[in-house]
C-alpha cells in the first residue's frame, strides 16, 4: 500500500498570491527585477518578475487584451528571452496599474 502525499504549493503560484495579496510589494518586488533588464546577462529575471505581476494582476491573456497585444506576443515578449519593445512594457505596466519612472544613478558618472 502507498500512501497519497498531498501536493504542496507551488513557488510560483505562492509568488503570485503574495504578489496579488499586496500591491506595495509588486511594486518594490518589479522595480528591483527591471534593473536587470541593463544587464543582457540578466535580462531574462525582469521580464519573468514582470510575467508574474500580470500572472497576478489578471493573468496574460486579460493584460494582453488590456494591453492591446495579442495573447502568444505577450507570452514571448515577457518570456526569458524575450525582447518587448518599450510600447509593450509601457502597456503591460499600465495594464496591472504600475507606470515606469526614473532616477538618478548614483553609481554613474554623467560628464557636464
Same mark, same amino acid.
Given at each position: #500500500?502507498?500512501?497519497?502525499? @498531498? ?9 503570485? @498570491? ?6 506595495d &510589494? ?7 527585477? &527591471?534593473?536587470? &533588464? ?19 494582476y ?15 506576443? &505577450? ?5 526569458? +528571452?524575450?525582447?518587448?519593445? %518599450? ?5 503591460v505596466? +499600465?495594464?496591472?496599474? #504600475?507606470?515606469?519612472?526614473?532616477? %538618478? ?8
Amino acid at each position: #500500500m502507498t500512501k497519497k502525499i @498531498e501536493a504542496a504549493v507551488s513557488h510560483y503560484q505562492r509568488e503570485i @498570491e503574495e504578489l496579488r495579496a499586496d500591491r506595495d &510589494l509588486a511594486a518594490a518586488y518589479l522595480k528591483l527585477a &527591471l534593473q536587470s &533588464l541593463d544587464d543582457p546577462n540578466d535580462r531574462a529575471a525582469g521580464l519573468l518578475a514582470l510575467r508574474s505581476v500580470a500572472e497576478a494582476y489578471g493573468g496574460l491573456a486579460l493584460i494582453a487584451q488590456q494591453a492591446g497585444i495579442s495573447r502568444e506576443a &505577450l507570452y514571448r515578449a515577457l518570456s526569458a +528571452k524575450g525582447n518587448p519593445t %518599450l510600447r509593450t512594457i509601457l502597456a503591460v505596466l +499600465k495594464a496591472v496599474g #504600475m507606470k515606469l519612472s526614473v532616477e %538618478l544613478d548614483p553609481e554613474s558618472v554623467v560628464p557636464a
